[in-house]
């Protein structure tokens, strides 16, 4: 018979084994499955932010009341921020940029989804679809997500624990369980099912929080074992909670005082330490539940069959070959050869295509705004140094990155916020004007960058690495040598000469530097 003081023990020790990559999980899983619509906004408030509620003075203050609640978390992180320089004054309404009216209309409307959804209706339909029509499409949507995203996660999530719990580097990529396996629909029927099964028992006195508690294991079953049908999980989980329901409701209001405990620490105790050990308490509790099943044989505990989650503390990860659901062979996204090395000519060849590319897609953006051509840049010839400055050091100082696209696309997010930001200031400090400013986007940094282009640039970056660059070095290798020497001579020559004259007469005026 288990015990609460040795389930939060065992809990205690997985959690000490892998403290840092268990924290960062659940961080992570806690803000993608905690996403709910905000319920004191109102239409007229959802969709223009800047106005009061027509619907009188009470849903006004309603409104008000919820800014004011959450005053204190928002200044904290407007102090942080502020005291680096980046700009996140929430009382202000962004001005430039895409993600500015992202983030204005998801502080308008208190929804990720609907914040989305009203940016594209202002960009590509003008506003003209009525508030009816987004709020019902928006309510599908997030019950789509729900089903067939939240649910999976989730899933991942308690696959995550139950390995967690025993392998001291579990990593973090075994939240995506499901699609390692190719058990997603599987697991959307299970989960499904039991959210149904629990909506009809709302509707009793009582029986929505009994069948809280008996179907609480279906989530760690369909984790051991996704090919289990929907019923068997339910009914699994009924069996196995038989007796328990009552202490699984002790075990929970046992973390009560670690909760009293939060409110002095600004909710930093639930993220660092308080969410992660109940998570494992949890998967600890279903392990003791599954024994202890075993143990009095009950109907279809067979199902149970992963024994590798029987093993005692073991030092390193789950032998994912060794499941008895081979995992789904990997998929080769990118199939040009993007660990190659660059020649000094392909380099330089490079260099010029991606500053070329950077003029031209920086003169189209002038053009189709304000339809008229703006020679952007410092200099005066069609290239943006920039861009190919960004491009080739991509390539050359983060090629032990290129294996691991998550790292390569964080890593050239800073790269080239560290290029971007230095010559703003090299600009400003010795030129006096500015090229360009942010002052008005979603979070900058003294208008130097802003986050919005760090995303570009981070995804024009991994493009260039796993594609762009790998196909144009293909082409640049079929240039006969001595011509390609010549074509990099001369292709130097002009742009050197472009900079001597640029560093005494720079390109300047109206849509170059016009910034105030």
């Known amino acids: 018979m288990w015990n609460r003081k040795d389930l939060k023990h065992h809990a205690k020790g997985a959690l000490k084994r892998n403290y840092l990559g268990i924290v960062i999980t659940c961080m992570l899983v806690s803000i993608a499955l905690g996403y709910a619509v905000s319920p004191v906004k109102s239409a007229e408030q959802m969709f223009h932010p800047n106005s009061r509620p027509s ?34 004054d929430t009382a202000k309404r962004w001005t430039g940029g895409v993600l500015s009216q992202f983030a204005n209309n998801t502080q308008g409307a208190g929804s990720v989804i609907y914040g989305i959804m009203n940016t594209i209706n202002q960009i590509v339909f003008s506003d003209r679809i009525s508030p009816g029509i987004i709020i019902g499409a928006g309510a599908l949507i997030s019950f789509l997500i729900f089903i067939f995203l939240k649910n999976v996660l989730q899933i991942g999530f308690c696959r995550y624990l139950l390995e967690a719990r025993i392998y001291s580097r579990t990593r973090l990529n075994r939240i995506l369980f499901p699609w390692h396996i190719k058990r997603c629909f599987s697991i959307v029927k299970i989960m499904f099912v039991k959210w149904l099964f629990q909506l009809f028992w709302t509707f009793t006195i009582v029986g929505g929080l009994i069948k809280t508690y008996s179907y609480r294991l279906v989530p760690f079953i369909a984790a051991e074992n996704p090919d289990i049908s929907p019923r068997e999980a339910i009914s699994l989980s009924r069996e196995m909670m038989k007796g328990n329901k009552w202490r699984a409701f002790v075990l929970d209001i046992s973390f009560l005082p670690w909760s009293l405990l939060n409110m002095l620490t600004f909710n930093l105790l639930e993220i660092l330490f308080i969410q992660p050990y109940k998570k494992l308490t949890d998967a600890e509790f279903y392990m003791a539940l599954r024994a202890q099943a075993k143990a009095g044989c009950v109907s279809g505990v067979d199902r149970l069959c992963d024994v590798l989650l029987d093993k005692e ?48 897609w920086e003169v189209s953006l002038h053009l189709f705004k304000d339809g008229v051509f703006v020679n952007r840049g410092v200099s005066f010839g069609p290239w943006l140094p920039i861009y190919g400055t960004g491009g080739v050091l991509v390539l050359i100082l983060l090629k032990k990155f290129r294996s691991k696209p998550v790292l390569m696309f964080a890593a050239t997010m800073v790269l080239c916020g560290v290029v971007e930001y230095a010559t703003s200031w090299y600009l400003e400090f010795s030129k006096g004007m500015k090229w360009w400013d942010y002052s008005g986007y979603f979070l900058n940094l003294n208008g130097r960058i802003c986050l919005e282009g760090l995303l570009v640039f981070a995804l024009g970056g991994c493009a260039a690495v796993y594609l762009i660059a790998p196909a144009l070095d293909g082409l640049f290798q079929k240039i006969p040598q001595r011509q390609k020497r010549t074509i990099c001579t001369v292709l130097l020559a002009l742009f050197c000469a472009d900079q001597v004259y640029s560093h005494f007469n720079p390109n300047s005026g109206k849509g170059i530097t016009d910034y105030q």
Do not use: C
């Open 55 to 88: 619907a009188g003075a009470s849903a006004a203050k309603t409104v008000d009341n919820a800014r004011q609640e959450s005053t204190s978390n928002t200044e904290i992180v407007d102090s942080f921020l502020g005291g680096m320089g980046i700009e996140n």
């Open 313 to 360: 503390e073991q030092i390193g990860e789950y032998p994912v070959n060794d499941y008895f659901i081979p995992p789904a062979p990997a998929r080769h996204w990118a199939r040009a050869d993007y660990n190659r090395s660059y020649s000094v000519s392909s380099l330089i060849l490079i260099f010029f295509a991606f500053s070329f590319v950077g003029w031209v």
